[in-house]
């Protein structure tokens, strides 16, 4: 079976690290042309797009922070000036928790996390609506099944909250939404909290599936199915929040 993806149109939010940048990589690999949203970090974006140059995709970055209303609007008004419109929209921007429980760190987790998927969903959807189709991926975490109170866990709640939300308002427009919520995924925002020197011994621990396999978890498997739920195989797939942790919940 095909997943009919080549020539569609993506807007990656956080698309240069960690989840997104595989993201980004894969859906490029697949035929899909990219617009990769990012932040700050320019050098590292440059250094995609150098990557994803000889991929049959096209890609182009759309620079600006999803967390600011207007800024958002300029960063999907560039994927439609580049590509004509978005027929897919991956939200993986996120920030870790900020040291210090203050309102000033609540305020912008909550903002990068969850004011994003508002400000995305206001210029996205109605491109989408028009022609009556397009797939809606928002990434959020496994913590938002535990019973963590911090900012970041409150705001992957809400995401999964606001997607469902979402899928049932605009399932008559044969647009599918849906998030994914993975476990323990060594990406660069993870490298403060697990070291490199301990990435496996935690793996062993705590992950079932890699009990048994060498390495351990990165982007691409979380990003592998993203591009599943983008695809026409995920058709009768909306308003699901999908763990992808390697049995890391089962386990704990």
Known sequence: MELK????????TGGTSGIGRATSIIFAEAGIDVAVNYCRNDEKAFSLMQELSNKPGKAILAKGDISDYQETRKVVEKAVSEFGTIDILVHSAGIPTPEGDTPENWDRVMRVHLYSCYNLEK???????KKKSGKIVIVSSLTAHTCGYNAYCVAQAGKICFAKGLAKDLAPYNINVNTVSPGTIFTPMLEPYIPAEKRREFTEENIPLYKS???YPEGKEVAKVILFLASSLAEH??????IVDG??????
Do not use: C
């Open 5 to 12: 993806l080549k020539g569609k149109k993506a807007l990656i």
């Open 123 to 129: 210029f996205v959807v109605p491109i989408m609506k």
């Open 247 to 252: 049995g890391q919940f089962i386990h704990s």
């Open 213 to 215: 396999k060498p390495g």
């Open 237 to 242: 797939i909306t308003g699901e929040d999908i």
